[in-house]
């Protein structure tokens, strides 16, 4: 299951990326492989949705551990 932390910077990437391209409306090649490599790896809503629900999980645990 996906991490938040190994995500997070990859995300943040992606937008940087997304961002670039936008401002010189190309790609380069290696900004395509990382776009496509996390579109594979997250191409699903349910990959993102069990990384916040599990998130959400560990803070409660973290914030109210055994009353």
Known sequence: MP???NILPRYTQLNTIIAEVSHRQSI?????Q??????TQ??????FEAMLIDLTM??????????
């Open 3 to 5: 991490i938040i932390s």
């Open 28 to 32: 380069e090649f290696a900004q395509q």
């Open 34 to 39: 990382f776009v496509v490599d996390f579109h």
């Open 42 to 47: 997250f191409n699903t809503i349910q990959a």
């Open 58 to 67: 560990q803070t409660e645990l973290e914030c109210f551990p055994y009353n």
